[in-house]
């Protein structure tokens, strides 16, 4: 295989950019190993104690990220996450305005392999979220297992990440006075899956979980599509009933998540290796579906809403497609 090397005189910027996403990529493939490694070599050696004293902190706060979690603005606003954000770079697009007064449920569509801009828009301070959405806070929920790992789950409490749990996300819904949005990656690890460039499958026919806690807890219900997350990395062929994707939707039904086998380019040469392609990522925010809150709501209205929300998610990706590249013959497809 040919191996196209990047140039000598790439401007500094750009490879400060690198920089900022392997630092990302590392944060969420390999550093809760580490942070466990660090916590179990200490715990037998001679500094026993710091993971002593760390496991009663941890008990102490077991319930911070269910309950609106530890957000730290200087770490939301540290400079790598300009670069970040630069890297692809990721946009911020609002189609409509909301009010303060509510909270919302964002529906983050597609997930792609590592929702990048899912983290950028809704975990950095980057892609102009506060000048579009003045008076409103972001939650980006992820699944309850990270928040286990010793040290890890300080880190990315501190972006905004919360729980994906149901308390988790009727404590953020149920903000007297507004001006909260959970934001959920609906297709999970399983739409992950099919990830590849040009995809336009979403894991979504079955998802109604999302539904059922936007009325039990009122909150006004926004598509997004993100156009461009699947084009970040490519990854190895798993059609449905080979041996790969049966191993892969086990490891998913044993522990939660999935590990998509993926690719794309090297830090030094543009033909291999795991950093993502430089593709633009345009986050598009729809319309808010108004929902009134319905503590014990039917199959009938949960399936009601769900064909709703299926109708404007279709919408804003029709009205926006030809914008960001997508063919006019191509849709969207729900499984």
């Known amino acids: 295989m040919k191996v196209e090397f990047a140039p000598i005189n790439i401007p500094l910027a750009r490879r400060i950019q690198s920089v900022a996403v392997i630092q990302w990529l590392f944060s969420f493939l390999l550093q809760a190993q580490c942070c466990w490694g660090v916590f179990i070599i200490l715990l037998l050696g001679n500094y026993w104690f710091i993971p002593v004293l760390y496991a009663l902190w941890l008990y102490l706060d077991w319930e911070t990220p269910q309950t609106g979690g530890r957000r730290s603005k200087w770490v939301r606003n540290w400079t ?16 409509s305005d909301l009010d303060p007064s509510h909270n919302y449920l964002f529906g983050y569509h597609p997930h792609g392999i590592l929702a990048a801009g899912a ?28 928040f286990g790992c010793p040290f890890f789950r300080d880190y990315v409490l501190s972006t905004g990440l919360v729980s994906a749990s149901k308390k988790s996300l009727s404590h953020v819904l149920n903000n007297d006075r507004g001006g909260n949005i959970a934001v959920i990656v609906i297709g999970g690890a399983e739409e992950s899956l099919d990830a590849y460039p040009g995809s336009l499958t979403l894991n979504i026919l079955k998802r ?25 990395f490519k990854q190895v062929a798993n059609p449905e009933g080979s041996w790969l994707r049966t191993l892969q939707e086990r490891l998913r039904k044993a522990v939660g998540f999935t590990l998509p086998l993926f690719h794309a380019r090297g830090i030094f040469q543009y033909s291999f290796g795991l950093m993502p392609y430089r593709k633009s990522i345009h986050t598009v925010v729809g319309k808010p579906i108004t929902v009134k809150q319905n503590l014990n709501p039917t199959l009938e209205e949960i399936e009601q809403l769900h064909q709703t929300y299926l109708r404007e998610l279709s919408k804003l990706f029709e009205e926006h497609k030809d914008k960001y590249g997508i063919p006019d013959h191509e849709s969207l497809i729900f499984k």
């Open 208 to 232: 109604r979980g999302f539904i059922k806690m936007a009325l039990k807890n009122g909150a006004h219900l926004v598509p997004i599509f993100s156009f461009g997350e699947n084009e970040l």
């Open 80 to 95: 790598i996450w300009k670069y970040f954000t630069d890297y692809f770079p990721i946009h911020l697009i609002k189609t």
């Open 119 to 146: 983290f950028g828009n809704f975990c950095t301070e980057y892609t102009g979220f506060k000048e579009l959405f003045p008076g409103f806070t972001p939650y980006l929920h992820i699944l309850p297992v990270w």
